[in-house]
């Protein structure tokens, strides 16, 4: 190769170069894969904001690191998760499904589906009455695939959605938001937790099933974080900054049972369609060692009020750090963009441990040498 740079004349370079274009151009000229985004408000980027709901994030100080310094809906200071992976793949962020402008070659981008509040049970978030419930999600991305068809055909739609990368985050709100909603909820005294979590994790797997059978095939899926180590648990339930152990218990039967059944979904389907996202490992490390990652705390929140600033919402009468990176909280119960950041690294080039059976990167070489 020395003399390639060196002494090759200008006809030869050319020619290497056409080879080149020739050889790569099928991948340069591709479009960057569908995304496709269902879930909470873990990676709700707008929706609520088109609903008759309390469940929104609409005001300032959220966006206020967003390039738009605007509350677009996010439950972040600036990017959220689906945001930070849409930049890894290469794509625009995923527009709301409910936005108006998501329209025309837009919806070939995906589309993001989440709504914050909801769970994998219909009675979830009940309290935030008009929010997209996960059936409803899913008959959306129906309807989605019907314009899309419209606009490119059957055929080319099937492709777009078969070889769409799909992140689904739900589960949390099944504890927070329903379970420890109040003390004796209606689903505690219907159920032991060790009940509880075996059934939410088989009308997930419903959920998850629906996915494939509308065409998903490569969808990370996220367990629920440390939960009682938020910043809303730690001031409800801590003197110490211990955290909350009923949650804890919740999150620790939770995330072993959710991996063993996405295990045996891809066993049952022959294939690596579902990928957990341990996501309560990326926390406990950030509180395990904050500084580590650069942050002064993982208890406080940013922007909030009480201790850990995690009573009530984040609100424009709120508290707010003046360094959101330093910060691995933003609001009592969302990361903040840098946090956020951190976890999509892990997502990327996360070792098993981080993500089952494989990470993103891994799985992008894996779908490319397919075309
Ligand atoms: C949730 O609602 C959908 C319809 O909206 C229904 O098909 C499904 O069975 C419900 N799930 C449960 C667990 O009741
Ligand atoms: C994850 O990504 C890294 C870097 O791309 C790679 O070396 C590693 O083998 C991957 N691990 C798994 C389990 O996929």
Not at 82 to 91: A, E, H, N, V
Not at 160 to 168: D, I, K, Q
């Amino acid at each position: 190769m020395a003399t390639f740079c060196g002494s090759t004349s200008h006809l030869v370079l050319i020619f290497h170069l056409l080879i080149s274009l020739c050889l790569f151009a099928p991948r340069v000229e591709a479009a960057p894969r569908a995304f496709f985004v269902f879930g909470d408000s873990l990676v709700d980027s707008g929706n609520n904001n088109y609903l008759a709901t309390t469940a929104r994030a609409d005001q300032p100080p959220y966006g206020i690191d967003h390039p738009s310094h605007r509350a677009t809906g996010r439950f972040s200071n600036g990017f959220n998760i689906p945001d930070l992976i849409s930049q890894r793949i290469g794509s625009e962020p995923t527009l709301p499904y409910l936005s108006p402008e998501l329209t025309g070659r837009k919806l070939l981008v995906g589309a993001n589906f989440a709504s914050a509040g909801i769970g994998i049970l219909n009675d979830t978030g009940i309290q935030f009455v008009n929010i997209i419930r996960a059936p409803a999600q899913l008959d959306y991305f129906k309807q989605y695939q019907q314009r899309v068809s419209a606009l490119i055909g059957p055929e080319k739609t099937t492709q777009l959605v078969n070889n769409a990368l799909v992140l689904m985050t739900l589960g949390g709100n099944d504890f927070v938001n329903n379970y420890y909603l109040v003390p004796l909820s209606a689903r505690s005294r219907q159920y032991k937790l060790q009940d509880y979590v075996p059934f939410i994790i088989s009308e997930y797997r419903k959920i998850l099933l629906r996915l494939y059978a509308m065409g998903a095939r490569r969808v990370l899926v996220t367990g629920t974080g440390p939960l009682g180590c938020v910043p809303a648990e730690l001031a409800q339930h801590s003197r110490n900054g211990e955290c909350a152990t009923e949650l804890q218990k919740a999150a620790s039967l939770y995330n072993p049972q959710l991996d063993d059944m996405l295990n045996g979904l891809n066993q049952e389907l022959g294939r690596h369609v579902f990928v957990g996202v341990n996501t309560r490992q990326m926390h406990n490390d950030f509180m395990t060692n904050p500084g580590a990652y650069g942050f002064v705390t993982a208890k406080v929140a940013c922007c909030g009020q009480g201790p850990y600033n995690g009573i009530g919402l984040c609100t424009p009468l709120s508290n707010v750090c003046s360094n959101r990176d330093v910060y691995a909280f933003w609001d009592a119960f969302h990361p903040s963009e840098k946090a956020s950041r951190l976890i999509v690294d892990q997502i990327m080039v996360g070792t098993t441990e981080y993500m089952k059976p494989m990470n993103l990167s891994t799985i992008l070489a894996l779908d490319s040498n397919l075309l």
